[in-house]
């Protein structure tokens, strides 16, 4: 009788950039999240050019839905911009306050985290760097660079998303590329 063990070899497939197996995957292009970017209107002329980029995608292992048990996931940021600001995930916060741990495996980008009260603090992530968001924290990732941005997560199972407050609101800073470097700046639509 096959066992029922939630144990089990999880591998990395570095080649298509999933984790075998992997419960849940998703895509997110940009007709997906427009409204996430700053920049609507830059958005909207490469979508009516025929561009849909795919801007992410991710996958998840998931051994049990019962709490106490970890979520682990692979997340790809492609390359590119929307107007100024970089290609990124639309962010949430965990609708159960709950910690997460980042480990950028490949290329470089900024993890953003927020607030609900609109703090805000970032920090840059390479390859081999970890980060811990620390619970409440709304939490964004941006692909500043010229590859690919690729990191593994891990938070507890049952912690849920929130998307909509940072739809609403938007976050509070923005990372845009000025004169070819990426710079943080403040969101001048933040509704917070
Ligand atoms: O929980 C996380 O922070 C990540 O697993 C993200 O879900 C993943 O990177 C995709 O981002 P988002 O959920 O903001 O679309
Ligand atoms: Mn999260």
């Not at 009260?117 to 692909?143: F, S």
């Not at 010229?146 to 923005?174: N, W």
């Amino acid at each position: 009788m096959a066992s029922e063990i939630p144990f089990q070899r999880i591998r990395l497939n570095l080649r298509k950039y999933i984790l075998e197996p992997a419960k849940r995957r998703r895509e997110v292009k940009l007709s997906d999240m427009k409204e996430f970017f700053s920049d609507l209107e830059a958005a909207e002329r490469m979508l009516s050019s025929g561009k849909d980029p795919v801007i992410y995608q991710y996958c998840e292992y998931e051994a049990s839905e019962e709490p106490d048990n970890l979520i682990l996931g692979l997340t790809v940021i492609y390359p590119g911009k929307v107007g100024k600001e970089y290609f990124m995930t639309r962010g949430h916060f965990h609708e159960k306050d709950s910690g997460e741990i980042y480990y950028c495996i490949y290329g470089s980008g900024i993890i953003l985290i927020q607030s609900k009260d609109g703090q805000t603090a970032y920090m840059e992530l390479k390859q081999g760097d970890l980060c811990y968001v620390p619970p409440g924290w709304g939490h964004r990732t941006i692909n500043t660079g010229r590859k690919r941005f690729v990191f593994l997560f891990v938070y507890p199972s049952g912690s849920g998303h929130d998307y909509g407050i940072i739809k609403e609101k938007g976050f509070a800073k923005l990372v845009i590329e000025e004169k070819g470097k990426w710079k943080v700046v403040d969101n001048p639509r933040y509704l917070g």
